[in-house]
């Protein structure tokens, strides 16, 4: 049983939908000139932002998935990353954009990204729409990044706590009632 809890909302819907049409823009450059760019979401937490970052994309794109295990129910990240599903397409000598929710401690994404840099894509950048930096225990960081955030636990916009709160169309800080 999770402990009751409140949400505070941290970044609204709107001002998100803006920072991604920037994105989009700045990827659009600096794939031009590629036929078509493989956007692999990191199943669960990228499936809401995949979804409006692809709509803002006016290039060929194909898109593909990745599970990786990552905080279960709890809110701790475990070091250990384990594949638990994998893609489904060939991105050898493709260029591929890998589509993270959070960047906390950095061991997902330096995980995966070894793992696709091992099949030999032509170029691989990676997206973050949150990072925080302060949480950092690996040295990665995304090539893009939509907004920096302090060490809050977040919920919404795609991203869980215990499974919950994904359809949250904002991004809100998760607050124990009782607590500060
Ligand atoms: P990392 O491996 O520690 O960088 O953790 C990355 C993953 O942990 C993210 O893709 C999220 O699934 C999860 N995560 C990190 N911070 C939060 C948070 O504040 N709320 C919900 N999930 C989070």
Partial sequence: MTQPYVI????????????????????????AGTDKLIVVGLLRGSFVFIADLVRELDMNVEVDFLEASSYGDSMESSREVRILKDLRGEI????????????????????????????????????????????????????????????????????DFAQRNRNLPYIGKVRFEGGE
């Fill in 92 to 159: 050898h000598g493709r260029d591929v954009l890998l589509v993270e929710d959070i960047v906390d401690t950095g061991f997902t994404l330096s995980h995966v990204t070894n793992l696709l840099k091992s099949r030999e894509p032509r170029r691989l950048e990676t997206i973050a729409l949150l990072d925080k930096p302060s949480r950092r225990e690996t040295d990665v960081k995304a090539t893009w990044t939509g907004f920096e955030i302090p060490d809050e636990f977040v919920v919404g916009y795609g991203i």
């Fill in 8 to 31: 505070d909302k941290m970044i609204s819907a709107k001002t998100i939908s803006a920072r991604i049409e920037e994105l989009a823009t700045e990827i659009r450059d600096a794939f």
